[in-house]
């Protein structure tokens, strides 16, 4: 066995790029996806970027409690306030769901 290479490795090998970890401070990786005909910018969070914050979930109206890894995905032309927190499995189901979301009488309105 060989020991561990504690070096980092040359700018031309294969792998994630400086430009692919743009949000490294936050905790997690961007990228660029399609969705309904329009280019996305999103970010994976990591539980610890999360602390101590709450979001709800366009994609099942339900809480993302505080350290929990998700999904911040906005479209590419828009701005910091069209920002949307999910959970992992909602927006990689974005497709299959429906767009009509049923809240109860006493869900918050956020």
Known sequence: MSPRR??????GS????????????YGGWQSTESWQGEDWSVRHVA???AEGK??????CDQLIPSGVPHVVA????AGVDDRRHWHKACWNAKDRRTTRVQRSRNAPRF
Not at 6 to 11: D, T
Not at 14 to 25: I, N, P, V
């Open 74 to 77: 906005w479209p590419e032309h």
């Open 47 to 49: 539980g610890a970027s």
């Open 14 to 25: 294969s792998g994630r790029s400086a430009e692919d970890d743009r949000a490294g401070r």
């Open 54 to 59: 709450t979001y709800r979930c366009p994609g």
């Open 6 to 11: 504690n070096r980092p490795k040359a700018s």
